[in-house]
């Protein structure tokens, strides 16, 4: 009987009607002749989830690749027990099979699954949204045609099938044990041909994501399966799914504080924070005493750097906290505080911005969102930025002690082919990547490292790493810019508003201040031209041991004389996006000296930041 699903609705019922009477007849008389009607769906879950852990590696990866299965594996693992509750009900009725039996590819052996999972599935675009329609009735996307369908075989399965009153839920765990029957048949049978197998790559993809999504539809009636499920979801880099879920969670159950909850953690997590506050501002204008939603409206307050607003929540919520609250939300009010006063005196004339990391963040290696949110939008505003405390004072006593040892050979008022002369007793020259210098906590500092990543982006590099040396006696600076803004053609030019392209991290090696010469700069300098530049006054950062501060390659600074008997050291490690190129600076010597012995010493996650520097043409000492 050939059907159309361009047919009227009723005509198209009453033909789908007479063909589901024919073929469960045909499948309820098979069964009365035959042990295989009684299926067990729970049998083929598990036969399904063991090829899924045995596939061997020739067969598996040419279907999916390595990462893609482990990923798998886990997120039907932890559904499975939910899973198997379902499939243990269709255990006295025939599989319904969810499988296309068309010529040209893979089909399951004939039996009497296919003869009652045929008068269904081809009217459907999934096994989900067959279940779907199973459970909910009629969901918003099901086509007309495929409730006609479904309306058809309920009717015949009622008057056809043993009377119970589970009967939806045995078909839905007979379409679930269907699902899993073709995923199992792709598994045993990938095809031998390239082309093949491509097929059933595709084919496998969509039937697994059609099992998570069936997964996800019987979630919804539990809460705690939704958040575990959610959690699970981004543990395993599924985050459009998680969201997708405890949306669909919100609109069943709208009451629910935990799901919406989570659901703002999501938004914000995915960088929709102006979707994250105005679900909070809803909730705790419903429960205003709700002391978890206020915190975390506080909380998302102060990751979006809007500290006054934050402060007051934080100060509301240790008004209606418990003993056990209290600290962890003292703490956040403590920071909220910290770093609404940090922007508030960087807009000040004389205040070079600043950043502070306690000890703890350092040797942890993790400070709260909101500090490294803040420090990436004051560089980005002022073109410079004080980082205390970030780098380990042990560290930079090493580093300034192999300084002295290696180079003091340049220590005298003399010209070296080698050095740069960068002023009156002052040179550059290129720091090799050896010894003290070759060490994460300096070049992937873990502070550090997020804070490039967030102004430069994901593919940043180090483009070059010398050392600026100030002799005593050397005498001021002329004000200047290391290089122009991009496309400007002189120096008046005035600037585009565009992104940071080079950072340059400058690494005092000794403490320094007015005395033995810090970098004057003028903060905000980096987004004017020359001529706007010199009507700005400069400020003077007094950075010890241990800090840095950091500048735009646009940014007018100036170094001042060094006043005292001691040489004053400065690393200057210049971050900059991968596609950049300083052809200004490094015309006379290497912006990098790393040899491959050094550079095998560098663990593989760090190796991105130097690999150009060994590449064919690079200009850089390496010696093989």
């Given at each position: 009987?050939?059907l159309?699903?361009?047919?009227?609705?009723?005509?198209?019922?009453?033909?789908?009607?007479a063909?589901?009477?024919?073929?469960?007849?045909?499948c309820?008389?098979?069964?009365?002749?035959?042990?295989?009607?009684?299926?067990?769906?729970?049998?083929?879950?598990?036969?399904?989830?063991?090829?899924?852990?045995?596939?061997?590696?020739?067969?598996?990866?040419?279907?999916?690749?390595?990462?893609?299965l482990?990923?798998?594996?886990?997120?039907?693992?932890?559904?499975?027990?939910?899973?198997?509750?379902?499939?243990?009900a269709?255990?006295n009725?025939?599989?319904?099979?969810?499988?296309?039996?068309?010529?040209?590819?893979?089909?399951?052996?004939?039996d009497?699954?296919?003869?009652?999972?045929?008068?269904?599935?081809?009217h459907?675009?999934?096994?989900?949204?067959?279940?779907?329609?199973?459970?909910?009735?009629?969901?918003?996307?099901?086509?007309?045609?495929?409730?006609?369908?479904?309306?058809?075989?309920?009717?015949?399965?009622?008057?056809?099938?043993?009377?119970?009153?589970?009967?939806?839920?045995?078909?839905?765990?007979?379409?679930?044990?269907?699902?899993?029957?073709?995923?199992?048949?792709?598994?045993?049978?990938?095809?031998?041909?390239?082309?093949?197998?491509?097929?059933?790559?595709?084919?496998?993809?969509?039937?697994?994501?059609?099992?998570?999504?069936?997964?996800?539809?019987?979630?919804?009636?539990?809460?705690?399966?939704?958040?575990?499920?959610?959690?699970?979801?981004?543990?395993?880099r599924?985050?459009?799914?998680?969201?997708?879920?405890?949306?669909?969670?919100?609109?069943?159950?709208?009451?629910?504080?935990?799901?919406?909850?989570?659901?703002?953690?999501?938004?914000?997590?995915?960088?929709?924070?102006?979707?994250?506050?105005?679900?909070?501002?809803?909730?705790l204008?419903?429960?205003?005493?709700?002391?978890?939603?206020?915190?975390?409206?506080?909380?998302?307050?102060?990751?979006?750097?809007?500290?006054?607003?934050?402060?007051?929540?934080f100060?509301?919520?240790?008004?209606?906290?418990?003993?056990?609250?209290?600290?962890?939300?003292?703490?956040k009010?403590?920071?909220?505080?910290?770093?609404?006063?940090?922007?508030?005196?960087?807009?000040?004339?004389?205040?070079?911005?600043?950043?502070?990391?306690?000890d703890?963040?350092?040797?942890?290696?993790?400070?709260?969102?909101?500090k490294?949110?803040?420090?990436?939008?004051?560089?980005?505003?002022?073109?410079?930025?004080?980082?205390?405390?970030?780098?380990?004072?042990?560290l930079?006593?090493?580093?300034?002690?192999?300084?002295?040892?290696?180079?003091r050979?340049?220590?005298?008022?003399?010209?070296?082919?080698?050095?740069?002369?960068?002023?009156?007793?002052?040179?550059?020259?290129?720091?090799?990547?050896s010894?003290?210098?070759?060490?994460?906590?300096?070049?992937?500092n873990?502070?550090?490292?997020?804070?490039?990543?967030?102004?430069?982006?994901?593919?940043?590099?180090?483009?070059?790493?010398?050392?600026?040396?100030?002799?005593?006696?050397?005498?001021?600076?002329?004000?200047?810019?290391?290089?122009?803004?991009?496309?400007?053609?002189?120096?008046?030019?005035e600037?585009?508003?565009?992104?940071?392209?080079a950072?340059?991290?400058?690494?005092?090696?000794?403490?320094?201040?007015?005395?033995?010469?810090?970098?004057?700069?003028?903060?905000?300098?980096?987004?004017?031209?020359?001529?706007?530049?010199?009507?700005?006054?400069?400020q003077?950062?007094?950075?010890?041991?241990?800090?840095?501060?950091?500048?735009?390659?646009?940014?007018?600074?100036?170094?001042?004389?060094?006043?005292?008997?001691?040489?004053?050291?400065?690393?200057?490690?210049?971050?900059?996006?991968?596609?950049?190129?300083?052809?200004?600076?490094?015309?006379?010597?290497?912006?990098?000296?790393?040899?491959?012995?050094?550079?095998?010493?560098?663990?593989?996650?760090?190796?991105?930041?130097?690999?150009?520097?060994?590449?064919?043409?690079?200009?850089?000492?390496?010696?093989?």
């Amino acid at each position: 009987m050939a059907l159309s699903k361009d047919e009227p609705g009723d005509v198209l019922s009453a033909r789908l009607l007479a063909l589901a009477e024919q073929q469960i007849t045909l499948c309820v008389d098979t069964s009365q002749q035959s042990d295989s009607s009684q299926y067990n769906g729970q049998s083929e879950a598990s036969t399904f989830l063991q090829l899924f852990d045995s596939v061997d590696v020739e067969h598996r990866l040419p279907l999916l690749e390595a990462d893609t299965l482990v990923r798998y594996r886990s997120l039907l693992k932890m559904r499975w027990p939910l899973l198997s509750t379902w499939l243990e009900a269709a255990s006295n009725l025939p599989l319904i099979q969810h499988a296309d039996t068309a010529q040209d590819k893979p089909t399951l052996p004939p039996d009497i699954s296919r003869l009652l999972g045929s008068t269904l599935h081809q009217h459907f675009d999934s096994a989900c949204k067959a279940l779907s329609c199973l459970i909910d009735g009629s969901p918003m996307d099901v086509k007309p045609h495929e409730q006609a369908a479904m309306t058809a075989f309920m009717r015949v399965c009622t008057e056809r099938l043993p009377s119970t009153d589970r009967m939806d839920r045995q078909l839905s765990g007979a379409i679930i044990s269907g699902l899993l029957t073709e995923l199992s048949t792709l598994l045993n049978h990938p095809g031998e041909s390239r082309t093949d197998r491509r097929i059933t790559r595709r084919r496998l993809r969509a039937g697994i994501s059609d099992l998570l999504d069936i997964l996800d539809v019987l979630s919804l009636q539990s809460t705690e399966h939704v958040l575990l499920y959610s959690d699970d979801y981004l543990d395993n880099r599924r985050e459009q799914r998680a969201r997708r879920l405890l949306e669909t969670a919100c609109k069943n159950n709208s009451d629910c504080t935990q799901i919406r909850l989570a659901l703002a953690r999501l938004h914000a997590r995915l960088g929709n924070i102006h979707r994250s506050l105005p679900l909070l501002q809803t909730m705790l204008l419903a429960s205003p005493d709700n002391v978890q939603i206020r915190t975390e409206l506080a909380s998302m307050l102060l990751h979006n750097l809007e500290f006054g607003e934050a402060i007051d929540h934080f100060k509301q919520s240790l008004e209606q906290a418990n003993a056990d609250q209290t600290l962890q939300l003292h703490r956040k009010l403590e920071l909220a505080v910290e770093l609404n006063e940090c922007e508030v005196s960087a807009a000040l004339d004389d205040i070079v911005p600043t950043i502070t990391l306690t000890d703890e963040e350092r040797f942890s290696g993790a400070c709260d969102p909101a500090k490294l949110s803040l420090a990436a939008k004051l560089y980005q505003l002022y073109g410079t930025l004080v980082i205390h405390n970030v780098y380990s004072t042990e560290l930079i006593e090493q580093c300034h002690e192999e300084f002295l040892n290696r180079y003091r050979r340049y220590f005298t008022n003399r010209k070296h082919s080698s050095a740069l002369q960068i002023g009156d007793r002052r040179f550059q020259v290129s720091l090799a990547l050896s010894g003290a210098f070759n060490n994460p906590e300096f070049y992937a500092n873990a502070f550090m490292m997020p804070l490039m990543k967030r102004l430069l982006g994901e593919q940043v590099i180090i483009g070059s790493t010398v050392c600026a040396t100030s002799l005593p006696g050397s005498r001021d600076q002329h004000g200047h810019k290391d290089h122009r803004a991009l496309f400007t053609d002189t120096p008046d030019d005035e600037p585009m508003a565009l992104p940071p392209v080079a950072v340059t991290t400058m690494i005092p090696l000794v403490s320094v201040n007015e005395d033995n010469g810090t970098t004057l700069v003028k903060k905000g300098s980096h987004r004017l031209s020359k001529r706007a530049s010199n009507r700005l006054d400069y400020q003077a950062p007094i950075v010890p041991a241990g800090s840095c501060y950091l500048m735009d390659l646009a940014l007018t600074h100036k170094g001042q004389g060094n006043r005292t008997e001691q040489v004053r050291p400065i690393v200057n490690m210049v971050y900059h996006r991968s596609w950049f190129v300083d052809n200004k600076n490094f015309r006379n010597q290497p912006p990098l000296q790393i040899d491959s012995v050094e550079y095998r010493q560098i663990p593989a996650e760090h190796r991105h930041l130097f690999d150009w520097a060994i590449q064919p043409g690079a200009g850089v000492n390496t010696p093989r």
